[in-house]
C-alpha cells in the first residue's frame, strides 16, 4: 500500500520561508517522478513542482520559479519542497503526489497522493 505523508505546514509571515516533507511507504520516491500540487480555498487544485527519475530534470510552475525548490533524499525516501520568499497568495492546502512515469510534465496525472498540509502567509 503506497503512502504519501506531507508534514512541515503553519503559519508563517510573508518573506518567511518553509520546508515541506513527503515521506513515503510502499513506494521508492526515486522511481518515477514525484510531484508538489497545492489548493487554495475556493480554487482548483494546481501544479507546484515536479521531480523526475533524474533528479536534474524538474519543472516548476512560473509563479514559484525562483523561490520554491523540490528535492529528494533517496536514503530517507523523501522528497521535499523547499519554499523561500513566501507570500499571501501561496496560502493553499499542499499535496504531495507520486507519477506512474520517470517524467512528467505540468499535464501529467499523478497516481498517488498524501493527505495535504495547510500553508498559510499571512501579510
Do not use: H
Amino acid at each position: 500500500q503506497v503512502q504519501l505523508v506531507e508534514s512541515g505546514g503553519g503559519t508563517v509571515q510573508a518573506g518567511d520561508s518553509l520546508r515541506l516533507s513527503c515521506a513515503a511507504s510502499g513506494w521508492t520516491v526515486s522511481t518515477y517522478a514525484m510531484g508538489w500540487f497545492r489548493q487554495a480555498p475556493g480554487k482548483e487544485r494546481e501544479f507546484v513542482a515536479t521531480m523526475g527519475r533524474s533528479s536534474s530534470n524538474t519543472r516548476y510552475a512560473e509563479f514559484v520559479k525562483g523561490r520554491f525548490t523540490i528535492s529528494r533524499d533517496n536514503a530517507k525516501n523523501t522528497v521535499y519542497l523547499q519554499m523561500n520568499s513566501l507570500k499571501p497568495e501561496d496560502t493553499a492546502v499542499y499535496y504531495c503526489a507520486a507519477y506512474l512515469y520517470a517524467i512528467v510534465d505540468v499535464t501529467t496525472t499523478p497516481k498517488y497522493w498524501g493527505q495535504g498540509t495547510q500553508v498559510t502567509v499571512s501579510s
